[in-house]
T-cell receptor, first 113, second 113 residues
């Protein structure tokens, strides 16, 4: 079953601009993760935020989590053409099978040079 | 360091033929193992997960099966492929603990013709 839903489905920006992607989920969670997928490749983990955290940074990435709204956002600052990829949020259901992640459908980001 | 290998990378198979995709993990012991499928332009669907040798859980009813004959080997199989089995198959591993990151292989493209 689908847990996370990313928004927008596709995003096209110019290099240097910021990119914001959102994720909504349905059930209580222990943590939320963001992954990146280059076209035709496997997914790569970017960042994890726990349910008791509100904001987390990693390099040019900033993730926020609002458990009251069951939503998260991923902000990529000063985007580069190399950031072009699909971005997925993933959650593990609180009380569910340990370690299993449920992924959203992803946001396809295109950064134009 | 841990690595995950998945093969073959691409496969074109006729309808009704069998399938075998193999995945192995190195550098860790007793990992949780996963098979995901990604249809074109869609999110990831969890097909199977395994917490140990010969312990397989199926998330969705389907034409596929999985086996784990060794601790770090995970195999996805089908006796007779359907056109709808076409897609991008991803093997992944994780520690199995709540909050764990999942690490993906490079994926296998399956086209059923």
């Amino acid at each position: 079953s689908q847990q996370g839903e990313e928004d927008p489905q596709a995003l096209s920006i110019q290099e240097g601009e910021n990119a914001t992607m959102n994720c909504s989920y349905k059930t209580s969670i222990n943590n939320l993760q963001w992954y990146r997928q280059n076209s035709g490749r496997g997914l790569v983990h970017l960042i994890l935020i726990r349910s008791n955290e509100r904001e987390k940074h990693s390099g040019r990435l900033r993730v926020t989590l609002d458990t009251s709204k069951k939503s998260s956002s991923l902000l990529i600052t000063a985007s580069r053409a190399a950031d072009t990829a699909s971005y997925f949020c993933a959650t593990d259901n609180y009380g569910g099978s340990q370690g299993n992640l449920i992924f959203g459908k992803g946001t396809k980001l295109s950064v134009k040079p | 360091s841990q690595t995950i290998h998945q093969w073959p990378a691409t496969l074109v198979q006729p309808v009704g033929s069998p399938l075998s995709l193999e995945c192995t993990v190195e550098g860790t012991s007793n990992p949780n193992l996963y098979w995901y499928r990604q249809a074109a332009g869609r999110g990831l669907q969890l097909l199977f997960y395994s917490i140990g040798i010969d312990q397989i859980s199926s998330e969705v009813p389907q034409n596929l099966s999985a086996s784990r004959p060794q601790d770090r080997q995970f195999i996805l199989s089908s006796k007779k492929l359907l056109l709808s089995d076409s897609g991008f198959y991803l093997c992944a591993w994780g520690s199995g603990h709540s909050g764990n990151t999942i690490y993906f292989g490079e994926g296998s493209w399956l086209t059923v013709v």
